[in-house]
Nanobody
Framework: QVQLVESGGGLVQAGDSLRLSCAASGRINRYTMGWFRQAPGKEREFVVAISWSGNTNYDDSVKGRFTIARDNAKAMIYLQMNSLKPEDTAVYSC??????????????????WGQGTQVTVSS
C-alpha cells in the first residue's frame, strides 16, 4: 500500500486551467495511477489512468482537455486540466493499483486512495 496526498485544487472560472498534484509516500514505479472525481450527489467516476509503463486511458468527457503525467523518481503524478467546465466541478482523488485491467477505469481495482482536492468551476 501507498499513502497519497492531492493538492492544487481551487476555484476557477469556466475556460481556466488547473494542475493537480498527487504525492505518494512510497515508490510508484510498478503502480497504475489514476484520477477519479465525485461531484455533489453523484457517484465517483473515472477520469484518467496511466500504467506503470506509461500507457494512458482517458474518459471521453475529458479527452483533449486533461493530461495525466507521472514522475516515478519523485513519486508524483499530475493532472493538467485545461478548458475547465462547470460540470468538471468535483472532488478529485488520485489512486494506485497494481492492475491495468480495463485500462485502469475500474474503481474496484484500486487499493490506495488520497483524501481528494476540491475543484470548483464557476460559470
Amino acid at each position: 500500500q501507498v499513502q497519497l496526498v492531492e493538492s492544487g485544487g481551487g476555484l476557477v472560472q469556466a475556460g481556466d486551467s488547473l494542475r493537480l498534484s498527487c504525492a505518494a509516500s512510497g515508490r510508484i514505479n510498478r503502480y497504475t495511477m489514476g484520477w477519479f472525481r465525485q461531484a455533489p450527489g453523484k457517484e465517483r467516476e473515472f477520469v484518467v489512468a496511466i500504467s506503470w509503463s506509461g500507457n494512458t486511458n482517458y474518459d471521453d468527457s475529458v479527452k483533449g482537455r486533461f493530461t495525466i503525467a507521472r514522475d516515478n523518481a519523485k513519486a508524483m503524478i499530475y493532472l493538467q486540466m485545461n478548458s475547465l467546465k462547470p460540470e468538471d466541478t468535483a472532488v478529485y482523488s488520485c489512486a494506485a493499483s497494481r492492475q491495468w485491467n480495463s485500462g485502469g477505469s475500474r474503481l474496484a481495482e484500486y487499493d490506495s486512495w488520497g483524501q481528494g482536492t476540491q475543484v470548483t468551476v464557476s460559470s
